[in-house]
């Protein structure tokens, strides 16, 4: 109820997307206290800086979701003995399939932030180059789905993770088509539906653009319907 009062408060009542509260089992995830969190510097040196930390030793992830869920995997390391070898079976996978892991890493290299941008949406603070940033999230992970797919005798964890991946390929490329290439960064700024999607927008921007050439014509049909040789809009 903190919380939620606090999300409240803090973002003027437009709340972000939240999911049903979900019991994690005690038993399954290692508590670590501050104290002892702090003395392992897993996250931050005892100086308080990321470099010198367990996690900036192993961080080899390529986008802001991989860092953060490697962050978060390691603060909360597992003690399920079926879950850390199903995990560890994962990791052997791709361990073993080099050319498969280098595909994996090339296809999420300047990966857009999709949680992000899903965040601003659902708070209703999304700006054109978000919506751009969904769109492309979406190609990588139809890109990732078809690595994962043609990959024989994958682990419980991949297989997951590749149907978790979804199809969104017709609302990729509808986006794609709405959206310009150079985009603003507010809404309000205009100029981000691409030419020639909507005929009724192409037409106003038409008139806004080339007003002179509009009236000129315009002016050009009257003299010629009413035979005024001088006549002046």
Known sequence: GALLAYGQDTQKGAMPRLHALSHIDPTTIMAIDAATRRNLELDC???GERGGSLLA???RTLTGAGARLLASRLSGPLTDLTAINAR????AYLQSAA???EDIRRAMRNCPDMERALTRCAMARAGPRDLAA???ALGRATQLRGLLDGQSALPDGLSA???DLGHHKDFADTLEATIADDLPMLARDGGFIRAGHTEALDELRGLRDESRR?????QGRYATQTEVAKLKI
């Open 57 to 59: 030793f192993i961080d």
């Open 45 to 47: 040196t005892l100086a």
């Open 134 to 136: 969904i769109a492309a």
């Open 99 to 101: 050319n498969l892991r």
């Open 161 to 163: 993770l590749a149907r």
């Open 88 to 91: 560890l079976d994962d990791v």
């Open 214 to 218: 509009h009236i000129t014509e315009l």
